[in-house]
């Protein structure tokens, strides 16, 4: 079997191939693109390797059933994924506007696949092949495998598992669960009876059969009470790790349920070097090419996964159902094949742009007793401080990046993942910050503070804003030290839960005492599978079922989101309006801590090249930025900071 080129993209490749019937066809959102940081191409790579055979049908036409039969029906079964994004996170923003644009489809146009799109796919499938087995991943369908808070339709939903008609799901990252259902569905065995794998999900109406497992409240139960609602959450969330993870079920109308399997194990690092080191071609298919290829590849296409998982436990983030905690990491002899790669291709320039992960500098579990009794259900790793039996150790990821530099061809190796700054500043060797500083960092670095009110980093779960401001010190001291300008540019959050409207002005006065400006502003959105979320749809807290006070009227997150960007003009009757009702007079003036004047703000008419008609720059300071003292004209000490949250 061929496996040295692309993977099957119509009936045409098969038939060059000389295959008779197809094992399995796998239908997906996204565009086809043969490289490692996309979900199909693993899995599909994957199941080849284990001798089975894959033709893939991308972004087929929802509206047309016909466009799922191209290479008829499989022998084993459709594999179906939405992509690598959540088709609604694809589809529109937090405020429900649809996007222009998709990253994961040719030329970047959006519009090639479905609201909801595993469910769609998959009823198309049924309407052909009613009882073809079918099995479901990625993303959505992993977030989504019980009943779940959708925020775009403001409900709770059923499992995707009963909306799509699906008979499996393979939940989070998926390279074990797929090779375990290849294998017992070419065994015979009815996919009605593949019960028992870990990292699946199935069916059944028979209570009976299921096995030392916890009953979560039914469906209906948690659809009409947000506290069984949030009560729900939290047994699933202590129970996300494979080690410790229980079987989980649901019910639903009384009969049926939905049983989830405990997680799959961590893959070994042989297991991730033999996933990295498979033959992609590293690029999307040449179909695409008269479109102008998949954007999204372009992020990734010089930069090495090193690591999966994660101990951070962010809330607002869903790792934790996904990879899960138990940090696994690939040999640096991997790495540096890939990498060795990069060097071979005609369009590489020498750029690596990142070398990380979830996050970027972790390479090993956080302490030996993981192997054995896995993350702990009752406390974190790094929050509200380093735990005392975590390992703090950069030497490894160090030693990672100093190889990389070494390699011939290779520039300049940039670390553009998230940086842990309390993992860092736990650790007492400054070595790997100094070398971050003078040999990784492009001038700007961005990490995650997300906010700075105690009791929004709280409902976080991340560290006191006062080890951000150790972390920033440290870092332009050594910046400082080695003669070079850069700076550490923060990700914030707005209207996250827990955040009232005194607390968006807390996180405004310190932009303004730190002379910050957040170009770019994200509001918290409510994404299936993460605490937050939970809270955000409950107004609980379900780790510890508190009361948790939720921003979800539109104007009042309005407000907080201009608070951040509190000097755009455009802001200005927000901002404004906000500091009133909370009583904060004392933020309006022209003293050195207001956020805004008296008198509304107005945007000057720009002309061409930004100047006017007597040389000036249109807000009035002089071309080169500075007074006549040398300062900076907006008063910043070392130049207007940027960034997303």
């Known amino acids: 079997m061929k496996t ?44 080849e390797a284990h001798g089975y055979t894959v033709g893939l049908i991308c972004q087929p036409d929802w509206k047309n059933p016909e466009s799922i039969c191209e290479y008829g029906e499989p022998r084993l079964g459709f594999l179906v994924s939405a992509g690598n994004m959540d088709s609604m996170v694809n589809h529109y923003t937090v405020a429900g506007k649809r996007r222009k644009t998709d990253a994961y489809s040719p030329g970047g146009k959006a519009g090639r696949r479905p609201d909801y799109a595993v469910i769609v796919y998959c009823n198309m499938i049924r309407k052909k092949y009613k009882h073809t087995p079918l099995i479901i991943g990625g993303i959505e369908a992993s977030l989504r495998r019980l009943a779940h808070y959708d925020y775009w339709s403001g409900k709770v939903r059923r499992s995707i598992l009963l909306d799509s008609g699906a008979d499996l799901i393979s939940y989070g990252m998926g390279e074990h669960s797929i090779v375990e259902i290849a294998d017992a569905l070419a065994s015979g065995l009815p996919v009605q009876h593949i019960t028992f794998i870990d990292g ?54 009384g009969s049926l349920f939905v049983v989830q399997n405990p997680p799959s194990r961590p893959l070994t690092q042989q297991e991730m070097d033999d996933v990295y080191d498979m033959p992609f ?5 040449p179909d695409y090419d008269r479109e102008g ?110 190889k990389l530099r070494r390699l011939p061809g290779v520039k300049k190796v940039f670390v553009r993942s998230g940086i842990r700054f309390d993992y860092l500043m736990a650790d007492p060797d400054r070595t790997f910050l100094k070398e971050l500083c003078r040999y990784h ?33 440290e870092f332009e001291k050594i910046n400082k030290s080695l003669g070079m300008e850069q700076y550490a540019v923060p990700y914030l ?31 918290f959105y409510p994404t299936p599978g993460t605490v937050s ?47 009133l009702k909370e009583h904060r007079e004392d933020l309006i003036g022209f003293g050195p801590g207001c956020l805004i004047p008296p008198r509304k703000m107005v945007k000057e008419e720009k002309r061409p090249g930004g100047k ?14 500075k007074r006549p003292d040398g300062k900076r004209q907006d008063g910043n000490r070392r130049g207007k900071r940027s960034g997303r949250a």
């Not at 796998?26 to 086809?32: K, P, Q």
């Not at 071609?281 to 298919?285: A, E, G, K, L, P």
């Open 493 to 523: 959050i707005s209207s996250h839960p827990g955040s009232t409207l005194a607390d968006a002005i807390t996180l405004a006065e310190y932009l303004c005492a730190n002379r910050l400006s957040p170009e770019q502003v994200q509001d």
């Open 441 to 473: 960092v492009s001038g700007q670095l961005r990490v995650a503070p997300e906010h700075v009110s105690p009791g929004v980093l709280r409902c976080m779960g991340k560290p006191d804003i006062s080890v951000y401001n150790r972390f920033v010190k």
């Open 533 to 579: 979320t939970c809270m955000f749809y409950t107004g609980l807290d379900p780790l510890t079922m508190k009361k948790v006070y939720v921003a979800s009227d539109p104007h009042e997150k309005a407000m907080q989101r201009a608070l951040i960007q509190f000097r755009k003009a455009e802001n200005y009757d927000l901002v404004k309006e906000a500091l």
């Open 200 to 253: 699946t999900v199935y069916k059944t109406r028979h209570e009976e059969d299921i096995y030392d497992a916890v009953r979560l409240p039914d469906f209906e139960e948690v659809r009409d009470s947000k506290t069984a609602y949030a009560d729900s959450f939290r047994i699933q969330y202590r129970n996300t790790d494979p080690v410790s993870g229980k079987r989980l079920y649901e019910c639903y109308d």
């Open 4 to 47: 040295d080129g692309f993977m099957p993209l119509k009936k045409q490749d098969m038939i060059d191939r000389g295959i008779a019937q197809m094992d399995f066809v796998y239908v997906c959102g996204d565009a086809y693109v043969d490289h490692s940081s996309f979900g199909m191409a693993i899995i599909g790579r994957i199941l």
């Open 293 to 402: 290829g998949i954007p999204a590849l372009q992020e990734v296409r010089y930069s090495l996964t090193s690591n999966r998982g994660c101990f951070g436990e962010c809330n607002f983030c869903a790792l934790t159902f996904h990879e899960g905690r138990i940090v696994q990491a690939r040999s640096h002899g991997s790495i540096l094949r890939e990498a060795e790669q990069f060097t071979q291709e005609k369009d590489f320039k020498g750029y690596i742009h990142d070398v990380g992960g979830p996050t970027a500098q972790f390479r090993f579990p956080s302490c030996k007793k993981q192997a054995e009794k896995g993350a702990c259900t009752d406390k974190r790793c790094l929050w509200p401080r380093p735990c005392g039996n975590m390992k703090i150790d950069h030497s490894d990821y160090l030693a990672l990046l100093r």
């Open 281 to 285: 071609m590293r690029t999307w298919h």
């Open 612 to 625: 006017r008609p007597d040389g000036k720059r249109p807000d009035g300071k002089r071309p080169d930025g």
